[in-house]
T-cell receptor
Framework: NAGVTQTPKFQVLKTGQSMTLQCAQD?????MSWYRQDPGMGLRLIHY???????DQGEVPNGYNVSRSTTEDFPLRLLSAAPSQTSVYFC??????????FGPGTRLTVL | AQKVTQAQTEISVVEKEDVTLDCVYE???????LFWYKQPPSGELVFLIR??????QNEISGRYSWNFQKSTSSFNFTITASQVVDSAVYFC????????????FGTGTRLTVIP
């Protein structure tokens, strides 16, 4: 099992550009989520999904879009990147009620 | 609403000292999960422990131990005989028992173990 994988590991964008952060898991987990980590603020939930076709907003959803067409994949889209979105992004998956397993993270810089 | 407070922003200890990381939480739920994660300098998040709210037994795993006290809404983490490899940021987190089980994180405690 590869666990939770994320691509890319690093990305630099210019303000206004769009991009998709990829997340995939091979553990057949129903639950997937995206967090951002900023210095001194811990991890904050952006969006989550409890199964294919079902997504919902977390604590800080503005500027991000998600979809869940398969159990395995949960991409995060930045529609128009802003410097405030400079952060480290983590994807996580779990069985419902189970322990979250986190991907290795994507470090994003928006200039 | 759920809230997790880790009041200690940074702690430094000398190798072989014991250290306790504090975690205080708030929730209206009567049942919930509590977690600790470790984030070493390499950046990944490593799961350490999950505890459900109706199991107040303390847990020990090697040099690690956890003290869960529902009466004071605390879930503290102690490292005995600390080692340099314990240097990391440690996060306490809380999740709902039902529904989406979203995780709410504290702001983390950076532990530095000095050789």
């Amino acid at each position: 099992n590869a666990g939770v994988t994320q691509t890319p590991k690093f990305q630099v964008l210019k303000t206004g550009q769009s991009m998709t952060l990829q997340c995939a898991q091979d553990m057949n987990h129903e639950y997937m989520s995206w967090y951002r980590q900023d210095p001194g603020m811990g991890l904050r939930l952006i969006h989550y999904s409890v199964g294919a076709g079902i997504t919902d907003q977390g604590e800080v959803p503005n500027g991000y879009n998600v979809s869940r067409s398969t159990t395995e994949d949960f991409p995060l889209r930045l529609l128009s990147a802003a410097p405030s979105q400079t952060s480290v992004y983590f994807c996580a998956s779990s069985l419902t009620g189970g322990t979250r397993f986190f991907g290795p993270g994507t470090r994003l810089t928006v200039l | 609403a759920q809230k997790v407070t880790q009041a200690q922003t940074e702690i430094s200890v000398v190798e072989k000292e014991d250290v306790t990381l504090d975690c205080v939480y708030e929730t209206r739920d009567t049942t919930y999960y509590l977690f600790w994660y470790k984030q070493p300098p390499s950046g990944e998040l490593v799961f350490l422990i999950r505890r459900n709210s109706f199991d107040e037994q303390n847990e020990i795993s090697g040099r690690y131990s956890w003290n869960f006290q529902k009466s004071t809404s605390s879930f503290n983490f102690t490292i005995t005989a600390s080692q340099v490899v314990d240097s990391a940021v440690y996060f306490c987190a809380l999740s709902e028992f039902r529904g989406a089980n979203n995780l709410f994180f504290g702001t983390g405690t950076r532990l530095t173990v000095i050789p």
